[in-house]
């Protein structure tokens, strides 16, 4: 079974500082870890994946994750946030090998203030 | 613009009636998912169909049903229809249905009256 936690459902941070965004997941095999990023009213955009190659993972619109097997964590991170950065986020995991179900964490909203 | 098509993008339906939602994949991908996106349940995987042939099932009602059409296209069917049917249904494809990469389409939002 596999599960995602995500740790914040709303995130405020002001524009041009960092954004972080929690995730942790629960698989009893090698996952593959995705972050998607839904706007209002879109379809979901991934923005970065994980498959067992390097640990710290950069993804589209200057975000990258890492991969922390020891504290099953796939944390979501940007150096200076942007207004268009305003979106709901989500982290996935699915397992590694054997079919290709998606599970999906609660979602992320974040806000990003002038 | 990830390549894959839904239609329609909206839908307006009562209780008790049946609907259809249409899915086309990016071109070259042969697997095809359903998932719906709800407010009390978030999002879930639905069903997931490769190369015509239903390869996994996952919180879907008996209610509903899907296939994949010999030209890789797939629908989605609603029947029975209730108010906590109402949500946002995605449709998303991969090359060959193993631990690729999803890309999801638009959505259908369903609302039932």
């Known amino acids: 079974a596999q599960s995602v936690t995500q740790l914040d459902s709303h995130v405020s941070v002001s524009e041009g500082t960092p954004v972080l965004l929690r995730c942790n997941y629960s698989?009893?095999?090698?996952?593959?870890l995705f972050w998607y990023v839904q706007h209002p009213n879109k379809g979901l955009q991934l923005l970065l994946k994980?498959?067992?190659?390097?640990?710290l993972v950069k993804g589209i619109n200057g975000f990258e994750a890492e991969f922390k097997k020891s504290e099953t964590s796939f944390h979501l991170t940007k150096p200076s946030a942007h207004m268009s950065d305003a979106a709901e986020y989500f982290c996935v995991v699915t397992r590694r090998g054997a079919g290709n179900m998606l599970t999906f964490g609660g979602g992320t909203r974040l806000m990003v203030k002038p | 613009d990830s390549g894959v098509t839904q239609t329609p993008k909206h839908l307006i339906t009562a209780t008790g009636q049946r609907v259809t939602l249409r899915c086309s994949p990016r071109s070259g991908d042969l697997s095809v998912y359903w998932y719906q996106q709800s407010l009390d349940q978030g999002l879930q995987f639905l069903i997931q169909?490769?190369?015509?042939?239903?390869?996994a099932k996952g919180n879907i009602l008996e209610r509903f049903s899907a296939q994949q059409f010999p030209d890789l296209h797939s629908e989605l069917n609603l029947s029975s229809l209730e108010l906590g049917d109402s949500a946002l249904y995605f449709c998303a494809s991969s090359l060959t249905g193993f631990h690729e990469t999803q890309y999801f389409g638009p959505g259908t939002r369903l609302l039932v009256l």
């Open positions: 698989s009893s095999y090698s996952p593959s």
């Open positions: 169909y490769y190369n015509g042939e239903e390869r």
């Open positions: 994980y498959t067992s190659a390097a640990t």
